[in-house]
Every structure is written in C-alpha cells, then in structure tokens.
C-alpha cells in the first residue's frame, strides 16, 4: 500500500518541478501535479513547496482533513521517513504569512466595545497579507465605503411610551428559531485569523441560539463544520460557488445535502473576482521571488493580478445561468437561495425560479467598485416588487456594523441580516471573540429596538426610519427615463 | 438613638463587603447594604467604598442633603469617631474623577465669546470622566453631530429697513414672562463642574429674568434648587424620569407637587440609557480594579458597559405607556410636558392626551443614534400637524450654539429652546459662567433679530427663513411612499 | 486765534482723562471730549491717546483733513509748542497696529496670478488686527463661506464654433460706459492696508475704465476721492450708513450731492453690525490695558465685543424704514439704490419706492450668518420677480473671486459685480496693486467669455449656465409650504 | 549652397537678438527672426537660445524632422562648424526642463495597477515644469476634479445568472474593429515624457487592436506617427487646431488627408487657452531671467500668464464658426468630429452640419473652469436629443481613469472613450508602458462587464447603472425654469 511507503527527503526533494510536483503535508507525501493547476488558492503558491514541506502554509489555511478528502488515492506516494529529516531542512518549512506583530499587542476582549473596535484590534493582529486580504475590496473601495455610509443615511423616528421592558429580538426563518436575525456572511479561509476558524465561529453562533452561513472555501469542510457542536440537527447554512467542472459540484451539492443544510446559497456575484487592489499589492510587494516573478510576467500577458483573492476564484464558473436552479434543485432537496442580488429584476426572477430567498449582496464591495450599495438595493426592491419581501425570505449583508443597521434592514423588510469582516476579525478571539461580538450585536439591536419603541421585530415597520435622504437614489424600475431610449448604434460610416 | 453612636474607623472597615456594607459620609455612618442595588449611580461605585470614608466621592456630585433625603432611618448607624481618624486613613479618601488639569488652565471668563469657547474651556478643565460623561453622545455621535449641523443648514432672508431699534426677545410661556425664551436642557449632575452646581444655574438664569428645567437627578433636590434664590413663586420646571418603583415616583411628583413647579416635564426618550462609547472607554482606561472587574465580567455577559450614564439610568421604567399620562394627572395640578417626542405621531398624540406642551428631544443624541435631528421633527410637526404647534407648547432642545439657533426654531413654531451641555460647560465658571452663557445667547438673538428684520418675537414666522436644504429630508406622513408597503413575514418554509 | 496759540507738552498732558480729553494731531491741538463719544471707532480708542500725540494712530486710518472737516471750530485749542517736544515723548507715540511682518515678506505684484494670491499676501503683511477686521465675517463664517462656494456649484455650458475674436467686456450703467462691470464694494478705512487707501483704489479703476464705490466709512472723504484724479465728471459712486442723528445724514448727503456722486448706494443690511468674533478676539488678546479693562467690563454687561467692526458701527440708525427713500430723495438728485436686499420681497419694494438699482448683499457674511448666500438671492428674485431685474440696475457683491463668477452672475441678470475685500487685499500694493486686480479680472472674465462662447456681455444668458444643484436651493416665495402655517401662539395655560 | 556652409561658432553667436537671431539644432544653423513671433510654443523660449546651440531643448519636445518642415527654406544658413565647438560651449546646452528627480525613483511598470500609480510615477518622475503643463487644469481646476468625481457618483446595479464566460470587449466605429473602444485623448508634446513620444503610444495602441488620436501639437508629425508601424493601412485618427492663418490649416489638412486618417476631429472647446495658474506659476518661480522679465511686464499688460499651455495655443483661430464645417468639408474626404462639444445644442448643430461625429470633452478642465463635467453633457444629450446618439459616433473623454468608467459611457450611449493625461503618464515608460495602460483598462472593462452581466458592449444599455445621484443635475433643455426669463437690461436712467 502506497500509505504505508515510507519516502525519505531525498527522495522527495527531487520532484520539485511543476511537471513532477510532490510535496508532504503532516507527514503523508501527495503527488501534486495533476491538482495543483486547479488548485483554488492557485498554481504558484503549490510551486513555491515543490519537493519540500508544505504543512506549515497548509495548517495555515486548511482543516486536517481536506488533503485526504480533496485529493485522489493514486496521489498517495506514501508517508515521509522521519529518520531522514534533518533540522536544516525542518527550518526550511516557511510561513506563507509574515506576521508584523505579535498576538499580545491586541486589546483585551473586554476592552472591545463595537465592531470597529474589532476591526482596529485585527488590523493590529494580522498579518499584513491576511489583513489585506480580509478587508480589502474592488478598486477604489467606493462601494465598500457607501455599504456603510448609507445606513448611516438613515434616520429613525422613535415612538414614545410604548412600554418595552423586554426586547424580543428573536425570529422565524425557514422553520427555525434564532435568538437574533444576525449571521456571518459566508467568507473564505477563517483559519487566517484563528485556529479553530469556522469551528469557532459556528460554536460561538449556537451558544447564542443562532447559526452562521458555511462557505464553500471555509477552511474546514461543511462536515467538519457540522460537527463542532453537539447538535447534529441544529441549523447550519451552506455557501455554494458552482464549480466549472459541474460534476463537482454536483458531488459537493450531494454530500452536503446528505447532512440536511436549513438551505443552501448560490453565489451569483462573482462571475469573476473582482480586482482587489491592496491585495495584488502586498503581493508585489512582499519580495516573493516566485510571485514578484509571476507579476513580471503580468506585465505582457493578464494584467488581473495575482492576489489571494483573485487565484481563490479561479474555479468558479462564470457561465453560470437562471436555467441552472432547476438543475440544482434535481441535486438537492434543501430550500435554494440566491446570494448576490443586486437589481428589483432580478429579485423577481429568483421568485419565479422558486428560490426560498434571495440574499442582497454586492459581495461587501470585493466584486465590480461602484455597484449600488446593498441597503439602496433593498429600497429598490420596496418600491419596485415589495411582494418579494412578502414571499421569500430576504438576507442582506453589506455595511452592516451596528444593532441599529440590523434593525434598519428589519424594518425595511429584510429576515436576517449577515456580516463578514466583523466575524473575521472577532475570530481572532476565538469562539469566545464570536460570542462577544454577537452578544454587542444584541445588546445594541435590543437597546435601538427600546428607543425607536417596539417589543419584538414583528413589530418593526418602515414609519419608523426617515429614509428621505436616501429615497431618491432609489432605482424606480421601468419608469427611470433613460431606460429606453438609448440603442448601441453600429457604425454609419 | 442610633444618630449619636460614635463608631470607630476599626468597626467600620469591619463592614466592607456587598452584604455588609458600610460606609461615612461627612462623618455620618451608613449601613448601604440594601440601599446600593439600587444606587441610580450603579452598585459598582458604592463597592469600592465599602468600609471605607465616602465622602469626597459622594460631595463630588451630591448635594448634602441627600443622604439622609434618600436613605431610611434604619440606615443609619451613628457618627463617626473622629478621634479614631487617622491621617493615612484620612489619605485613602480618593476622588471618584481624576484631573487632567489644574483649574488655572481655563481662559478667564472675558475671552468667552459663544458657547464654542465654553466647550473648548469645560474640556480643559474637566477631568477626563466628567468630560465623556457630560460630552459624549451614543454610538457613533451622528445625531449629536446633526443637530447642530441641520440648524446651519437653515439659511435666513433677512428683511430689511423696517426699524429694528430695540428688540424685546421675551416671551409669554405657561402664564409666565421670562426675558427670553432660553432655559437649560434638565441635566444630571451638575456638581460635576461646579459645587454650586444647580443652585448656580437657578441664580444665574433667575439673575437675567429666565429659568432652568430641574433635573430629576440633578445634584441637589427640587427643594434645594428651590431654594437657591429668595423668590419661592419664581418659575422653575421640573423633570421627572418615572421609577420601575411606581410608589417612588408617586411621592416623589407629590413631593415636588407641593412646591407648585411651572410644569413638570416627563421624559420618554430614554427607556433604556443610550451606549455612550467614550464613557465606558473611560471606565475601562481607568483602570480601577473594581470597574475592570466589572467589564471583564460583562464579556460574558451583558453589553451594555458601565459607564455613568448607563448606571445612572438603571432605575428607569421602559414600560411607561401613554395611559400613564392620566395616572400621573392624579398626582399633581401641575402642567405636564412630555419630553423627548420624535415624530409627528407622537405630538399628536400628546394633544390627544391632554399635556400641557411637548419637548422636541432626542436626548442630545445620547438615547439612539442616528435619530432623527431635532430641528427636522420640528419641521415634520409643521408639515404634518401644524396645529400642534398652536394648541401646545413646544420646547426644542439638541443643537441649538447661536442665538440664531434660537431664532430659527421660534421662526418655525417652537416656544422656547433649550440647551444641555452649554449650561454644563458654563457652570464651571459658577453662576457668573451661567450669566455671561445666557447673556451672550441674549445679545446673539437680539442681533440676529434686528438683522433679519424683526422687531419682537412675536414677529418670526417661516418666511424669514430658507429651509429649501432641508425640506427634502421632512417625512410627509402617511403620503410616505413605504409607509405601508411592508408587512414582516412569517416563515413560508 | 485759538489756531496760533502755542500749547505745551506739559500744558496738553494734563488733559488726559474722559472728562478732559485733549490730544495733538499733526501739530494741532484739539479737545476731544465732547467729540469721543460719538467717534465712529469708538470711544476707548480715543481714550488711549488722552494728553498725548495721536498723530501716528490717527494717520493710520484717516486723510489729514478729516479732523477739521469733522469736528466743530470751538474744539481746537492751538498749536502744539514743537519746542516742549522732547523725544523720549516722542517715542510714546505708538501704533494701534502691531505688525507681524515686514512688508518686504509681501511676494511681488507679478507672483499674483488671482485673488486668492491678493488674500494670501494680505494676510502676511497686514497687522493681526487689520487682517482680523478685513477677512472676517459674522460668528462661524458660514455665509462668507457659502457666498464663494455656491459661485462654485454653477456649471457652464459652453457654446462652441460662435466666433470670438475679441470679446466686449464693456457695459452702460446709469449712463455712463464701463470697460467692465466690476467695481469695488464700499469697505471702510482702506488706509489701513496702504496710505494712499481709496485714492489708489479710484485712480487704478479710473485707469482701467471702470470706478469704485466711495465708504461712507473711508479713510478719505467722498471730496478727497473725487478729487484723486483730474477727470471730476467721471462717475464716482457713493454708499451711505443713515446716521442716528438725521441731521448729520441730511448735511453729508446734501455735501456729496453737490459733487455730482454717480448715484448714492443706501446700505440697510447693517442695522446693527454683527459679531466679528476673529476682530474682537484680537482685542482682547491684544493685552492692551484699556481694552481689556473694556472686556472685562462686558462680562457684567454688554456682550456685544469690543473689536473695531462693531465700534465702527455705533452710529448707525437701526430705525431705518422704507418710507425713508422719499425723504432721501427730498436730499439729493442722485439715483438711490437699496445696498443689501436679501430676498425677493425686498427687491419688489425697492422697485415700489423708485430705487434706480438694488445692490444684493449680505455684507460680506459679516452681518447676519446664515444669511443665504447672494447668488442664491440673485436666483430668487429671477423666480419671484423677473421684472425687477429688467427694470432697475442690479448690483452684487459676496463671493465673487474670479471671472467666470462675474460672468455667471451676468448672465443671471445682475448689471454689475463688486468685490469688497480683494480690493482692499489689493490695495496694499497702492495703485498698481488695483489696476493689477482689475487686469486679473477682465483677463480671467475675457478668457470665461470666449470659452463659453459670447462676444459681449448683452450676449450672456441663463441657458449658458448648468444652475441645477442650486435650484433646489431656491426659495419660491408664497408657495413656499411653511410660510402661511404658523402663528406665534400665545400661552395657553 | 546654404546647406553646406560651415558657420563657427564665432559667428552663430552674433546673432544673438530678437531682430537678428540664429541658432543651431543638431548641426545646423537656422535663422529664426521671422519665426520666432509665430513660433507655437512662443517667442521668448526661443530668445533664451539666440546665437547659441538650441538641440537639447529643441529635442526635449520636437521630432527630428518638425524644424525641416517648418522652416522655409530661405532661414537654413549653413552646418556647424564642429571643429570651433569647444567644451565650454557645449555645457551651455541647457536643458528647458530641470529634472527633479533621478529616473530610478519610478516604480517598476509591474508595480503599476491602475491609472493612480502611473499618476503617481509621473509626479515623481517628471520635470516640475512638465508635470505642471500636464497635470495642471485652469484656475481653480474645480472641473478637473469634477470629471473624475461625477463618474463614481453612477451606480451600477449588476444582473447576474446571465452566463458570462468571455466579455467581448471589441466594438465597431467608423468601418473599423477595434479590441477596446479606448484611445488616447489628443494632447501635445508627449516628447516631454518619452524621447519615443506619440511615437510609443501608436505602436502600443496597434500592438493591442485600438489606435491614438495624433494631436495637431505632437512632438512628431502626423506622418511620423504613422510611420510608426509597418500597417500604413491601420486606422489612426487625427486632431486639428485651425489655425488664424487659415492658409495655414488648409495646407495642412491636405496633407494630412493624403495620408487617409480614418476622422479628422476640430478642436472647438479652446478659443482661447485657459488660464493654467500651476503652469504658469512654474515659469514665474523658475528663476528664468527671460521669463520672469516677461512675467513682470505681464504686470502692466496682458494677465494671460506666460505659461507653456497659453503660448502653445496662441495661434489656434477664435473666430470658428459652425459654418467653417464647410469649408473643412472641401479640404477632405475624412469623417469630421467636432471635438469639445459641451451642450445638447451644440451636439444638435454638429448633427445639422453633417458631422461624422462629435467627441464630448472640456479639454480636461484646462478650458473654462467650472465646465459641466464631460459626463454630464452625456446625460444631458440623453435627455434632450437622444437621437444624436444614434445617428453619430459619440466620443468622450474627462475623468475616466478605471474600466467601470468605460462601462458607464458605453452604458450611457458613447462609442468611445479617450483619456489623456493617463496616456502621458504611462509613456513615460515607453511603448511597454502604454501597452500596459491599455492592458488595465482591458481588463478593469472585461471584469466589470461579466460583473454586471454582459457578454458584449453591444448589450451595454442605462439600466445597468443608477444615475439616480446625477440625474438632478441634468440640463432639462428649454423647460429650465430660467432660460427665458432674463434679458439683458439697458440703463434705464
């Protein structure tokens, strides 16, 4: 049995080149030569552990068990002799971070009273290559920074002597209970921050009473994920990007289904990643050989960068169409959202397609700069198709950074509200990081609710916000002016 | 009698846990154990005196009479021995707030020109706590921030050659003529600043022919305030925060009763105290045992910090209904404002109910940030209930720096104006600070007045003004295009 | 003849208090006392020199002949004896104006490509307290800062392919030809800034085609500017504060007639002068011992300040009315204008009072702040009352500092622009320093001209102007939806 | 013959004065008298040179061929007489633009990711004097920073599930195919950047499937730029100045049309030069004793400034008419564009005159200042004649700098677009640098349009943006509420 071979150093060190590619991972040898071209982290972060040791970049980002599982058997070579490492050649193992400083430079939990403080405390913590990673978005950030600012648009208009002794800040969303509308948005890679990455952050939502939204590029797998708690029936949601190699998808669709997901979300905004700039940079900037070497090489050919960000979503297919829920539907039995809805049109076709939800997003501004903040979205969708609110459960995430934007997005229609950076960077605490940002969540969201004047969110309604600031960069449908007049003429001459 | 025991220093440090609390103040002996759960200034503060002399801390914010005023007979222990009085004992009195400053460092009070420079003084000569506490708004400061923005940008069309020798800015309110139409915003605490505290803000304001609203938690009693100058039918208001204990509430409305206030003013914008970031930061920067044990708790638990002002609200009802309006009628003869209406619905509904005026408050922007701006529900009241305006009294307070502050919320309806942290910030300087506040207010609305062509105030009306920047943002009622569109859904799945 | 008499050092140091109060000026000898008073500058300037030379004060700020034109022969008590004259005495003469910088510090005229070079070489040669007297305006500056920037928020919208080979600057007003339609606002005491003041102003405008507008409040009297150059049927334009004492109005206007002033500009948007904070901080920083003595004082009482601006303004009549055009005109054959209409309301009746013009100002932004901006009242009237801008001369000031803001307000309807602290920014270069400023300006306005695509200004109109993000803006008089709903109520309880 | 005379250097140097003036450009001595006054740069840079060697500036901005072709041939004296050259003449070759900074200091072209860093790399690496001629925009470049602004001020509302695997980015204009509808903007002199000048942009665009606009002002000739690539069949574009001597013009546009350029665009939005204070303020800071010698007599005369800009344009005609469409017509057989239009009027006039096309531009805020940004008129000739988009190609420039930008005014009904200033930039670094321009935008476009949902331009249509935030702004044509209220009035007295 391959599994059994033992394979010494040098033996590996000799497959050190992209046509004969092996690498060790804690301790088994795998033959990466026929994966590492669809490798979603990309080709040259795999190049740069040819023939040496790669499990110190790959604990960095990856649960245990994803080798096994991702790779096929005949890539087993066998399990590395110990006997012939050497401690030169241990030292060797690089980090694929640099850490600009160290974990006790971070403030106290308790001393982290809102989600900036998070943010500010994470900036400290992280690497920069992970912070540029994390918080960075598209271009020149517009959309990033107007997600935050147009809630801050808002105004409420509280109600007086209503008698509100107990918030109740809980709801019903596809036949489950949560404490709070809240959930993390479905980010990539959560080991960057902490260990226990999406294990952590799914602890800390159940002991909270709500859950969060796996992602398809979590460190950890959907199942790993699953089991982190006790719990097996309680709800956990599912990211999807769909593959370009469907049959993959479809295996992935159906494993993950066998483990009853309370629904599963398809990601349609990101045909293409969008160009993270402050990511590419760090990149250009670290003084990798290999990748300073490929940004080289960028200059004559694809000028899209090579950040983490853009090579993770290499795989995902950009040909992806409406026509495709049905098929989705015929793998899976679990209720179908569709995340990354951007326009009043497309909210109704995903209810005519017989989606269970949409889920507002302009992918917290990382896909096309200058795309309409997510919360102008929900207005258009109020005045354009308000009976999609009434007939699909609806997500937003977006600029989202205090209770009173969750009860602002309430109020305007919304089920539940997602956040994403802000559970990236509370998972540097760990689960008890995920913990206290919820519960400052909670705790801000019960406190609005008391001081606008409602008992529970059923009773949240749209007089309680003074949108007039915002309402007329609403997108009023079929009725905006230049919405017919202008065909692409063909030349004349 | 127990009022003549002499007791050691040795017997009371004996006393020092939250079960067996006791503690000195101006050589009186307390036993607080039953009193301090219930402290409106938080439990955590009383701790950290337990067994010990209490009363720097305690002169630093209350008025003498308190204690005895507050605390039942059985309290009381005796009097303090003071032969058993060490000087190290004596050392251990420690303030309550910290000083950044010695008291030489505010400019003198001939350099103050407008509420801009008493802010710029109070900072300097405050002690970091008092200055969070006193200037600090909730969460992110944007309604702070907008209520004095909003009111700049209202412009004026000042009329021109109708003679505008000597403008009366007096004004006719609950039968009362007061010199202009200015009182003080009830503030808590006044002896934060100053040791004269209320007692100064009544002399000054009485001293130039207007008044000031007692706070319920002000420093000194209604009777103590009261008592501040020699004219006992001289108008003085009284706020009121109605008490989770009912029956406290009803003696104590009885209690001011009897000394005939000109209204009394019940506040509803605060169910729950606001998160006033700056406080709490205060408190964990501190670095107080006591308080940091405090906030290392609440990780795992509450969230909502244990600043002051959150302390200090503790004992407030958040079930306090319209219906209560009526309850409260059966306690006093006294006119009753409600204070903190935020909407046009809400003034409505204060007719309906019989009050004798409204105060237009979002709390300085402490309570829910991102309220509204006072200046625009204001101008909602005028565009969906104008007779509101002519059948009540309405106060405005929150933003309001320049006598043409003043000016411009007259010309749009309001009865009087009133300002919060000015007073505070002027107080510092005594009552004479006080005086030279009000008659720098004065002399701007006499300015502004003769500037924009009027000749009494009896002559401002709307025209004189250009609200256009601002009329957009005024929620038109019911016409509101969302007002009824949205219906929270149940779960459909 | 008192005029021979010889009068001692010693003998004049003895008059030196309020009651007693003589000074020598340029060798002669007058008593002041019953003259101090009312000196337009204020009292405790005078004050300072009792007993002493005032001559260096003095010439700072006034021609050598505006202390016998003013004050009544009994007053003057001889000659000053030059024998007694010691120069330790001497050396007491001292300047009101401390300087900051040495003139040489002045860039040259040929470094000054704008007005904003004007502004910022002011601010380097003047003295502190003549720079805060000039560039500042009422409280937070708010209008001064809204007059440039809504200049700013017009777009062009240029024609091309017109023809423009020599553009026609040139306009007829009131009869009389101008090369362009600029003239300088009337600014008080241009000697502050040069000696030769407003005779440069007048000569360097002469030469270049155009004319200013002669200070009621100028260093030199209407008779010296006229006579500065040799043309005296070249129209020169005189502005007039109405004095308290009616008489002295009647005999200076009846003195100004007689010289033929091209028309007489009435301001009536000074009633009573606004609060100059930067000025009257100057004066109390100063350390001078009177003056603070003086704000010292104010705290007890007056709250007005003490700085140059608002001493300068005592005399004015606050009781102005429109009836008293009709008794103006009984006094002189000039045109009358209205200087500081404000609103459409008031332009109307200017018309119905036979003014020649109106003259759109707010004072610079140093009356009333928020005042609209005076671009924003040039819009109103054209949506109120187009009439009057084809019926009377419109002038305008506030705002304007380059060319395409004079031809922006051309093209709204205004017949000519004035600019008030340019000029005097200016002047501080004398003569050449004006006509410099008015080269930048025709130059800049020429350039505006052919761009936009007129040959001359009978050319411009509205349509070459993009007003869309002001019109908002504009108050559109009795449709406007507050202006008939609120009374001031009375107290109702 | 002339052309091989010998002339020392003795001799060279007598003629040294405006009325006699000869230089030597690389090895042969021309006599400039008659040019110099009509030189397109101006006559004093050419003073700076008389009787001396002028090659190294003259290289600095010229083509080797320009003098050859612009000189008659009576003004060739002779060769250099090489043998008389000493060293110490040779160091007088002065450069006209002082470098300060050394070439090294760029960033490598792969650190390069958006038109920002190239901006960024020209600062550093540009003469002052260049960088301000090409960076510069006139007065107080509000219309410079407008351009870039009111494009991020457009929303996108992305579609998606629309299958978007390979974004067609290739368009169709004039009879040609081009990869991306980008060119370069026509702007002069791209020598100061690069000795390789438009020269490098030609084969950039070419190597990449689109093409340049070669300027009427380039530092080679029409016919040198399209030497440039061995395809003489290739489209290339061609701007032209027409020039006061319209002899001139006509000449030149024959010889341009011989040589079959694909349009002919007229510059129409530049009568005059704006005034380019940056510019200018570097020749008067320069030191340069010829030029601040003009500077000063600029005092006493013409305000135009001395800068590079306004010199280059003083021989452009500003008497061009719409009837000159014509005449132009008779010249050649190429499309004519009319360049600057600015209006829905204009784009009409153009539309009426029979033009091929019309190219949307305020001459990148270096006209009139305050000019509606470029984006702007676009949504006005939507508004108001959106057949012009139909029925002519629609060119635009002004504040692109990212791919979604492209997208927009594709979206909003241009064929093309131009930047320039982000041309000069990048060829700085040469053809590789421009290429790598062009690379960006590329793929900045492909991104956004798979991220919005389209495969190819032609499916570009309004309803993927919300103009929400502009459309306020919008000339509304006749029905603006001042286009026929005012006439210009005559004195009425």
Redesign the interface.
């Known amino acids: 049995m391959a599994q059994e071979k033992k394979i010494s150093v040098e033996e590996l060190s000799k497959h050190n080149s992209q046509s004969d590619l092996w690498a060790s991972i804690n301790g088994t040898v795998w033959d990466l030569t026929s994966f590492a071209p669809s490798h979603p982290g990309g080709l040259s972060i795999i190049l740069e552990y040819a023939g040496q040791d790669a499990s110190r970049a790959y604990n960095e980002v990856h649960g245990p068990s994803l080798a096994s599982r991702s790779l096929p058997s005949f890539a087993l070579k066998g399990q590395l002799d110990e006997s012939t490492v050497t401690d030169e050649w241990k030292s060797k193992q690089v980090s694929n971070l640099e850490h600009t400083s160290t974990p006790d430079e971070k403030p106290?939990?308790?001393?982290i009273?809102?989600t900036y403080d998070f943010e500010a405390a994470a900036q400290k913590a992280l690497s920069k290559k992970t912070w540029a990673f994390q918080s960075g978005a598209a271009?020149?950030n517009?959309t990033h920074a107007?997600n935050v600012n147009f809630y801050?648009r808002?105004?409420?208009?509280?109600?007086?002597?209503?008698?509100?002794?107990e918030p109740d800040t809980s709801t019903?969303?596809?036949?489950?209970k949560f404490s709070v509308p809240v959930f993390s948005s479905p980010a990539a890679l959560a080991k960057l921050a902490h260990p226990d990455g999406e294990l952590a952050m799914y602890r800390a939502a159940h002991s909270r009473g709500t859950t969060i939204i796996a992602c398809n590029n979590a460190s950890f797998s959907y199942g790993e994920i699953r089991s982190a708690i006790e719990d097996q029936d309680y709800p956990l949601l599912y990211q999807l990007y769909v593959n370009k190699d469907r049959k993959a998808t479809e295996k992935l669709v159906k494993d993950v289904s066998a483990l009853k997901p309370a629904a599963i979300l398809v990601t349609?905004?990101?045909?293409?990643v969008?160009?993270r700039?402050a990511d590419?940079?760090i990149q250009?900037d670290a003084g990798y050989q290999a990748q300073?070497h490929m940004?080289?090489q960028?200059?004559a050919g694809?000028?899209?960068?090579s950040g983490l960000a853009r090579s993770t979503g290499s795989f995902i297919d950009?040909?992806?169409?409406?026509s495709?829920i049905g098929w989705l539907k015929t793998l899976t039995d679990a209720?179908i959202f569709?995340k990354?809805?951007?326009?009043a049109?497309?909210a109704r076709?995903a209810l005519e397609h017989g989606c269970?939800g949409i889920y507002i997003s302009?992918h917290g501004g990382r896909?096309?700069?200058?795309?309409?903040?997510s919360i102008?979205?929900l207005?258009?969708i109020?005045?354009n198709c308000?009976e999609v609110?009434?007939?699909?459960?609806v997500f937003i995430d977006g600029g989202v950074r205090?209770g009173?934007d969750i009860l602002k997005a309430?109020c305007?229609?919304a089920?539940a509200v997602c956040l994403g950076r802000p559970y990236l960077y509370a998972v540097g605490y760990g689960e008890?990081g995920v913990g206290?940002l919820i519960?400052?969540l909670?705790?801000?969201l019960?406190?609005?609710m008391?001081?606008?004047?409602i008992r529970s969110?059923?009773e949240?309604?749209?007089?309680l916000?003074?949108?007039?600031?915002l309402?007329?960069?609403?997108?009023r449908g079929d009725t905006?002016?230049?919405?017919r007049?202008?065909?692409?003429?063909?030349?004349?001459?």
């Open positions: 106290d939990l308790g001393q009273l809102n271009n020149d517009l107007a801050r808002i105004f409420f208009r509280p109600r007086v002597m209503v008698g509100v002794p019903n969303i596809l036949g489950n349609v905004d990101l045909p293409v969008g160009k700039e590419e940079r250009l300073k940004a080289v960028s200059v694809d000028k899209k960068g950009p040909n992806l169409k409406w495709d209720p569709v990354g809805v951007q326009s049109a497309d076709k269970a302009n896909a096309v700069d200058t795309a309409q903040p102008l979205t207005l258009e109020q005045a308000p609110l009434d007939q699909m459960e205090r009173s309430i305007l229609g089920s008890e206290h519960d400052i909670k705790d801000e019960e406190t609005a008391q001081q606008v004047g969110l059923s949240a309604h749209p007089g916000l003074n949108t007039a600031e309402d007329p960069y609403v997108y905006h002016p230049y919405a007049k202008v065909v692409r003429r063909q030349s004349k001459l």
